[in-house]
């Protein structure tokens, strides 16, 4: 059946759904709203004529007006292939939730009170951090926040994140035991991620002695940033035997690079990526990585948000969950 729009050219409205089935606006309301009050052949005949106009009812009105927007507000921010997958457990989450996701952005050009302000005018019931930022004290204590990723002091905001100490363990331990001393760490670059990074890689080294071998170089969240990191690392002509990269993205930026110089991953240079995104499973990477839990993470975010919103006790504010190495084709014996 062919859908028209309402007579002004707008979005249909009730009006014109009664127009269109010769009733009045209450009675076209009683059966949008599913009460009693209407005849079988009266609510069919005000369907069909919606149908037709293409109107449907206005969900968010309706439960603004009950008092509870179903709404969980998500902020998130260029950060690698990894988020899109959080992105993507969240949807999930929150449809079981019967919640719905509204998105808002941090961007060169879209700043922390710009994304906070649209959470806000949605009427947001909580709100679910993806990316660090000055956002969280400002939403901190005026509805319920989680941060998915890192760790933060204040006490009205949740936490859920995987342990980045023992994921470091885990990929330092794993190259000591192919033989590797010279292992470098390509950083993620500024904020609470990865400064927690480079302080459990330097840990993980010194646990091993190696003090002396510990060496960072800056990179950042994109491949664009491992081209970079590689190329510094030849110029300078002194490449380790193996690196830890802060995410897959800087990970195959690093390989691509590596490999294009004519070295040879991981005959020359082993490479060790985070996240386990779908990135590292593509089969020209195969990418050694710390496997973080999109799934887990995501719907342990959404159950802390529902128990916030309902006022159900909770007992641990910080969720920390263990990662995985995942050992693939990039990493071998020096």
């Not at 106009?53 to 603004?64: E, K, S, T, V, W």
């Not at 664009?224 to 590689?230: C, K, M, R, T, V």
């Not at 975010?301 to 529902?306: G, L, Q």
Request: with cysteine; glycine share 8%; proline share 5%.
């Amino acid at each position: 059946m062919t859908q028209t729009p309402g007579p002004t050219g707008k979005r249909p409205t009730l009006e014109d759904v009664a127009a269109r089935a010769g009733v009045s606006r209450a009675l076209v309301s009683i059966v949008m709203r599913g009460v009693a009050g209407a005849s079988t052949e009266t609510r069919e005949r005000v369907m069909e004529a919606a149908a037709e106009i293409g109107y449907r009812a206005d969900a968010r009105a309706r439960l603004l007006a009950s008092g509870h927007s179903r709404l969980l507000g998500v902020v998130f921010g260029m950060a690698g292939r990894f988020h899109l997958e959080l992105l993507d457990g969240l949807y999930a989450a929150a449809e079981k939730a019967d919640h719905q996701v509204i998105l808002t952005a941090l961007t060169p050009s879209r700043n922390e009170r710009r994304a906070v302000e649209t959470l806000l005018d949605f009427r947001c019931e909580s709100v679910i951090l993806l990316t660090p930022d000055r956002a969280t004290p400002v939403l901190a204590g005026r509805l319920p926040v989680v941060t998915v990723g890192w760790q933060v002091k204040d006490p009205s905001v949740d936490v859920v994140r995987t342990s980045d100490e023992e994921g470091m363990r885990l990929a330092v331990d794993h190259l000591i035991s192919l033989g590797h001393r010279r292992i470098l760490h390509v950083d993620g670059g500024a904020g609470p991620v990865p400064t927690s990074r480079r302080r459990s890689y330097r840990t993980a080294m010194r646990r091993h002695g190696l003090e002396q071998q510990i060496a960072v170089v800056r990179g950042g969240i994109s491949q664009e940033d491992g081209f970079s990191a590689a190329r510094h690392l030849l110029l300078e002509g002194s490449l380790p035997s193996a690196i830890v990269a802060y995410n897959d993205d800087v990970a195959a930026g690093l390989v691509e690079s590596l490999e294009g110089a004519g070295l040879s991953v991981p005959g020359e240079v082993s490479v060790v990526g985070w996240d386990d995104s779908s990135l590292a499973r593509l089969p020209h990477l195969d990418l050694t990585t710390v496997r973080q839990d999109a799934y887990a993470m995501t719907h342990l975010a959404v159950e802390r948000s529902m128990a916030r919103i309902h006022g159900a006790p909770v007992t641990d504010r910080e969720i920390v969950l263990r990662p995985e190495l995942v050992v693939r084709g990039s990493t071998s014996a020096p």
